[in-house]
Nanobody
Framework: QVQLVESGGGLVQAGGSLRLSCAAS????????MGWFRQAPGKEREFVAVSNSSGRNTYYADSVRGRFTISRDNAKNTVYLQMKSLIHEYTAVYYC???????????????????WGQGPQVPVSS
């Protein structure tokens, strides 16, 4: 069982930056991939970014590439999502998620993620 606790959400102005953190419980954090998803009001949850267990391999949704950076500190059991040049359309609830599949591959499908954070809101004012 893995618990994911997110922090760093909150209101931000368009053009601004924000960093989300997601701390995981347990001793095996360095062995599994982590992803970020978001759900905008009235829309389905969508993929944002994913990292393999080491953090060396990362992948992004086309809509955020160049603006968002996923990183992780395995010594702190934490994954981050650095967001810059935010636009109003990025307003959403942002979720971190753990992918503990035995053979990892970057997954944009939320069905592959076994554990989820609580999802802080990130409103971006226009």
């Amino acid at each position: 069982q893995v618990q994911l606790v997110e922090s760093g959400g909150g209101l931000v102005q368009a053009g601004g930056s924000l960093r989300l953190s997601c701390a995981a419980s347990g001793r095996t954090f360095s062995s599994y991939g982590m992803g970020w998803f978001r759900q905008a009001p009235g829309k389905e949850r969508e993929f944002v970014a994913v990292s393999n267990s080491s953090g060396r391999n990362t992948y992004y949704a086309d809509s955020v590439r160049g603006r968002f950076t996923i990183s992780r500190d395995n010594a702190k059991n934490t994954v981050y999502l650095q967001m810059k040049s935010l636009i109003h359309e990025y307003t959403a609830v942002y979720y971190c998620a753990a992918d503990q599949r035995r053979f990892w591959s970057p997954s944009k499908n939320d069905a592959g993620y076994a554990y989820w954070g609580q999802g802080p809101q990130v409103p971006v004012s226009s």
